[in-house]
């Protein structure tokens, strides 16, 4: 189970709509955009921590964003 959110170029996501979203799907994010042509990818194996979540995105403001904020629901999570 995850959540994905499309962010679009200069908007961020309300603090506390991210944190909502970080606390239920809380093993690893991952956030990916395109500079110069090219898709670059961040991401985390770790809690997610909405602080941590939107300095990335606050970096990246100026590219449309996708985040993917994972919720394992089978097997064991490893981080």
């Given at each position: 189970?995850?959540?994905?959110?499309?962010?679009?170029?200069?908007?961020?996501?309300?603090?506390d709509k991210?944190?909502?979203?970080?606390?239920?799907?809380?093993?690893?994010f991952?956030?990916?955009y395109?500079?110069?042509g090219?898709?670059?990818?961040?991401?985390s194996?770790?809690?997610?921590?909405?602080?941590?979540?939107?300095?990335?995105l606050?970096?990246q403001k100026?590219?449309?964003?996708?985040?993917?904020?994972r919720?394992?629901?089978v097997?064991?999570?490893?981080?």
């Amino acid at each position: 189970m995850c959540v994905i959110l499309e962010i679009e170029p200069g908007a961020m996501v309300p603090d506390d709509k991210l944190k909502t979203a970080c606390d239920i799907n809380k093993h690893g994010f991952g956030i990916a955009y395109a500079k110069s042509g090219e898709v670059k990818i961040i991401r985390s194996l770790v809690d997610n921590d909405p602080g941590v979540v939107q300095n990335h995105l606050r970096e990246q403001k100026d590219y449309r964003r996708f985040v993917n904020l994972r919720h394992a629901t089978v097997g064991t999570v490893t981080m």
